[in-house]
Structures are given as structure tokens and as C-alpha cells.
């Protein structure tokens, strides 16, 4: 959600900032602001702020006239929770003496409010973050050093929370802590970062530490003092990042959304060649600390876009493997105290690897005795540090709100995975592996067929965007795909769009069709296409202007029926999911070009969701 960027540097460090922020503008915010420790006569002084709401082209404009002079920094791109997206509710938030930056929710800040007010102390916002610098305030002014103020205030904070902080008087330390929500510390010469994640770092470093639950740093120009949750000295290993300019930037494309739906053939095919060994035609998961073949159950447990991965998987790993499936909302997941075997298998999908309540259950699965794999396109992520097993997409940097090719990469996941679990429980034969696996690598060329249909979309595009409402139906794996559309098309063209599995349609969506409602149909020629051609004869009865998804034999069979249709390439239908993800996409992407939406940015959206 929110973003983080600190700076403790050797030249002022208002712009750099800045720039750090605009590299964080995926993650969804509705303000920012940036804050500095200033210099005068060579003395340390107090700390300045600027913040805005909207965009930061707003910040920019106001740091061009007005610019923040000082070699140590902390910004915030703010996604509102407690408190409207005002300038007031903006970080950072400061007293004279601290400034704070916080990704998270305090859930226990009324509590402190209250208790800081009795003492004295005033509040000017209506969001929770403001306790944070208080509290410090407060514990500064009974005589503490600063390190020992934030470590005794971080213990008195309940709820998720990744926090920057900088001291009035001091431009030598800027200080991080981390509870639950992501942060990093970047390495320089001569100076040091804080940064939510590794792309608001990449330029500025090629090392950096991922934090852990509980700890506290302490950064200089010389380097870091990390201390951990029981107050001890640790030590965090610094990884390499790599992300280069090319991988995000957008080229010669309008959005990055377009971007990442035309990178998915070559994505696709990194992903699968981690897993899909040409010579033998079959796939090969990593090795496994437990064995798949004594898996009694699978749990998939996912958030939005990765949970219809999840859900296209179920079909999978049911019909092939046949071993019993549940998918569940991560939001819902604990809630509803599920039956978890001992020994069964959770899988927890995620492109960030952060969200928050997919990582909840990760955790609740381990403290239930599940083996657990992480499907994230973050290989350092908490879910990859925390699960058994990571299964890493290799999707690369997903600038786009609106998840793209990190859905396309955790269906060849699933689809691998599936493979192997079918393999050893025999429940499959060496021929049909052998088949489907072709069948995979098949995709990354078949995608790049169905890019060629971007016009055809964009002219279809002209008449939905003209919608005010908008119906997808699907069987089997087409249900969920159909279910991605109406999500895609919802988050970035704010049209109303809803999924029905095609046969439902008779209990009651069925009552929604007329001519001004079109009905996207998702219906490959699977086993189940003439039930779906069934539906779709239903709705074009009742004036239905359907759009059908489909293959040449598919078309063929409902010619004169359907308003439009766009004919994908013939594939198995174990492939078909991946494939017939790349239209739904560009049809919603088209759609919310057309109507001058922020698709990159859509309103109220976040990239990653680390707050529950």
C-alpha cells in the first residue's frame, strides 16, 4: 500500500526523495510528502516538511518553489486509512523534535492517544501515525536517547507497521523499524537507505537487507545497527538487486499496464523454463522438504487476482491429481477456523509476497502443522522467507495496479505444480504428463498469437466502454477467468462488471440481460463448451449482444448467435486458462483507456495490501 524511502546522505536529498517516490506511485496513494533535518552554519537545525494531496507532480511543484535543503530524508506515499487524503492527514508526521513515515495501521493508538493527552500532549490529524512521533516526543522529553525512545515505543505499539524516523538536531542517524509490514535497508558509500521494497532502492543501491519482525535499525553514513525483537545484536545478510531502468520504465507504451500484458510471452517462458526440462518433456519442482505423495489435502489461500489463480488451480489439481481441494479468501480464511489435516499442503499465492492477510494465513497454516509453498514473483519476500517451499514467478517488476503477467506466471506455477503432484500420486499417466507439458511450453508462442488481436480488442472496446454494466460467464476453468475479467474491468474502467458461472445463469443473473447489457463469453472448445453454447443461446435469446472468447471451432459452432467474437488458438484445455487470461485483459484495458481512467493508478487501489 503506502510507500517508504529514507536517505542519510552526503549531498541534500529533497529530490532524490522525490524520484524515490515516483518509483513507488504503483503501489496506489492518494498524498505525499518528504521531510528533511536542516543545515545551517554547519549545524544540525529543525525539520522541515513538505507534503501534498494527489499526485506527486503536486510535491514536485511545490519543491521546486520552495526546496528542502538537507542530507537526511524520509518520504511517504500515503494510500488513506484513518483520516481523509488531506495535506494534514499526509506524512511525514512531525513534532518539533521526530518526523515519522509509517506503512501499516497502530491498532492500539486511541489507547495512546488518550493516555498522551492526559499528559499533556496535542494531536493535529485524525490518523493513527501521529501517535508514533508523540509517543517519542514524550519519551524523549523523560530523558531517553533517541535509539532507546523508539525501541521502548515500538514496544508499546500493537498492529502492523513499518516505520522511518528522523530526529530534530540530528543528521547523522535516520532510524527504521519493522512489525509485520516490509522494509529494507539499502548500502551506499558514505551513506545509507530505508526503503519499502527493492524497487524504490534499485537505483540507488545494489545491496540491500530485508528487516524481520521486531527489529529496530539504527542507520549512519557508515552503515547499520540492527536490533531484534528481544534486544539483542543481529545481524540481517544483504542480497543483490538487479532491477535496471528497462524493466521499469514503459517504453513506447501508453501504460505500463500494456507493458506487462505484452511481456507475457517472454515471461511466461522464463517461468517455464525453471520448471520445464525439455529434454525428459517434463516438469521438475524444486527439491521438496516433505513429500508431495503423502499430501492428503491441498489448501490454496490467495487475495483478489491470485486467488482466481488459486481457483483455476482447484480444477486442476482435482480433476488431475485428484486429491481434495479447498480455495478460500485470505480475508476470510482464519476466520471461519477451517479443518486443516495435520500434514496437509497450504499454498499461499501473492505477487508481492507481502499481502497481508494471505501472509496471516501462512502463518496460521504453520502453527496448524501444514507444509507450506509460497507462489510469489518476490523471491525475498516475507512469504518466500516464511514458507517451506517458494515457487518464485519470474514475471519481473508489475508496475500496474492491475495484475497482468503475474497472474499469467502463477497459473504455470499452479499448472507445473499440479504436474508433479499428479506424477507421484499416479493418478496420471507418462503419456498425458508428457502431452500436457508440451502443451505448456507451447504458450509463450501461442501468446504472442494472441497479442496480434490488441486491434480487434480496441475496436470491440469502443462499444463496451459505452456500458454501464457488464456480465462475463465461463464453466469449468473459464468461471474463474470469467470472474478476472469483471474484476479487471471493475478495478480500472469503474464500469459495473460481474461474473456468473454459465450455468447459474438460469437462477437469477439471467434477469439482468437486455440489450444494453453485454455478455462477454469465456467458452474454448473444452468438454464443457456445449453447455456454455447452451448459455450463451439463453442470453442472445433475451437480446444479449455476447462477445465470444473462443477458438475457430468454437466460433464456428455459434455463428449467428453472438454479436462479435475473437478466436484465440486452438490449445489443450489445461493450457487454455493461460491464454484466454491475455484477452480479458486487454479488453479491460482497452475499455479503460478509451474512457480516460488512471489504469496504471485506478482510484481507492493499492498495489500491495499490507494492512488487513
Not at 538537507?70 to 481523509?84: K, N, S
Not at 501515525?129 to 530523558?143: A, Y
Not at 535497508?185 to 545494489?206: I, K, N
Not at 434477469?511 to 469465456?522: G, N
Request: a neutral charge; one cysteine or more.
Amino acid at each position: 500500500m503506502c510507500g517508504i524511502i529514507g536517505i542519510i546522505g552526503r549531498t541534500d536529498v529533497a529530490e532524490h526523495l522525490i524520484a524515490g517516490l515516483k518509483r513507488l506511485e504503483y503501489r496506489g496513494y492518494d498524498s505525499a510528502g518528504i521531510a528533511t533535518v536542516t543545515q545551517a552554519s554547519g549545524k544540525d537545525g529543525g525539520i522541515q516538511r513538505l507534503r501534498a494531496e494527489g499526485k506527486i507532480v503536486n510535491l514536485e511543484e511545490k519543491q521546486r518553489a520552495t526546496p528542502l535543503p538537507g542530507m537526511i530524508g524520509i518520504g511517504h506515499t500515503r494510500w488513506a486509512t484513518h483520516g481523509a487524503p488531506t495535506i494534514g492527514n499526509a506524512h511525514p508526521h512531525a513534532t518539533v523534535n521526530v518526523a515519522v513515515v509509517h506503512n501499516g495501521i497502530i491498532e492500539n493508538f486511541m489507547e495512546l492517544r488518550e493516555e498522551l493527552e492526559a499528559k499533556g500532549y496535542r494531536f493535529e490529524t485524525q490518523t493513527d501515525t501521529e501517535v508514533v512521533p508523540v509517543l517519542i516526543t514524550s519519551l524523549l522529553d523523560g530523558g531517553m536517547a533517541e535509539e532507546d525512545a523508539v525501541k521502548a515505543a515500538v514496544r508499546r505499539l500493537k498492529g502492523a507497521f513499518a516505520l522511518g524516523i528522523l530526529f530534530a538536531g540530528r543528521s547523522d542517524i535516520l532510524m527504521g523499524a519493522k512489525q509485520g509490514a516490509p522494509l529494507a535497508v539499502g548500502y551506499g558509500a558514505g551513506e545509507m537507505f530505508l526503503g519499502s521494497d527493492a524497487l524504490a532502492l534499485a537505483p540507488l543501491t545494489s545491496s540491500i537487507s530485508y528487516l524481520e519482525d521486531g527489529d529496530v535499525a539504527c542507520l549512519t553514513r557508515e552503515g547499520v545497527t540492527i536490533t531484534d525483537a528481544a534486544g539483542k545484536k543481529a545481524e540481517r545478510a544483504p542480497v543483490a538487486i538487479s532491477l535496471t531502468d528497462t524493466q521499469t520504465a514503459k517504453g513506447h507504451y501508453r501504460h505500463y499496464m500494456l507493458k506487462e500484458i505484452h511481456e507475457q510471452p517472454t515471461v511466461i517462458g522464463a517461468t517455464l523454463n525453471s520448471y520445464y526440462q525439455p529434454v525428459t518433456g517434463r516438469v521438475a519442482l524444486p527439491e521438496l522438504p516433505f513429500d508431495l505423495a503423502r499430501i492428503s489435502k491441498v489448501t490454496i489461500v490467495a487475495c483478489g487476482t491470485s486467488y482466481y489463480a488459486g481457483a483455476v488451480a482447484k480444477y486442476w489439481l482435482e480433476k488431475k491429481a485428484r486429491i481434495p481441494v479447498d480455495c478460500d479468501i485470505a480475508s476470510e480464511f482464519r476466520y471461519r477456523d477451517p479443518i486443516l489435516p495435520k500434514g496437509g499442503l497450504l499454498i499461499v499465492i501473492s505477487q508481492s509476497g507481502e499481502t497481508a492477510d494471505t501472509l496471516a494465513a501462512l502463518r496460521h497454516g504453520k502453527q496448524h502443522g501444514q507444509h507450506t509453498i509460497a507462489v510469489v514473483n518476490v523471491a525475498t519476500s516475507s512469504m518466500a522467507r516464511e514458507a517451506d517451499v517458494t515457487l518464485p514467478t519470474y514475471a519481473g517488476p508489475e508496475i500496474g495496479v492491475a495484475s497482468t503477467k503475474a497472474f499469467t506466471t502463477q497459473l504455470v506455477v499452479l499448472a507445473c505444480l499440479t504436474l508433479q503432484l499428479a506424477r507421484v500420486r499416479n493418478t496420471i499417466s507418462a503419456e498425458e504428463e508428457q502431452v500436457l507439458s508440451h502443451s505448456l511450453a507451447a504458450i509463450p508462442s501461442r501468446a504472442t498469437d494472441v497479442l496480434n488481436h490488441d486491434e480487434r480488442i480496441r475496436t470491440l472496446a469502443q462499444e463496451l466502454v459505452l456500458a454501464r454494466d457488464i456480465l462475463y460467464i465461463g464453466r469449468g476453468t473459464s468461471y474463474p477467468l470469467a470472474q478476472e475479467g469483471a474484476l479487471k474491468l471493475k478495478e480500472i474502467s469503474y464500469i459495473h462488471a460481474e461474473a456468473s458461472a454459465a450455468g447459474e445463469l438460469k437462477h437469477g443473473p439471467i434477469s439482468l440481460v437486455d440489450e444494453h447489457v453485454p455478455i462477454i463469453a469465456i467458452a474454448p472448445s473444452d468438454h464443457w463448451f456445449d453447455k456454455t453454447a447452451g448459455n450463451i443461446q439463453e442470453t442472445a435469446a433475451r437480446g444479449g449482444k455476447v462477445i465470444l472468447l473462443s477458438d475457430k471451432a468454437g466460433i464456428a459452432k455459434l455463428k449467428g448467435i453472438t454479436h462479435a467474437a475473437i478466436e484465440l488458438p486452438e490449445a489443450r484445455p489445461f493450457s487454455t486458462p493461460i491464454l484466454y487470461a491475455i484477452p480479458i485483459q486487454l479488453i479491460a484495458y482497452h475499455v479503460a483507456a478509451l474512457k480516460g481512467t488512471d489504469v496504471d493508478q485506478p482510484r481507492n487501489l493499492a498495489k500491495s495490501v499490507t494492512v488487513e
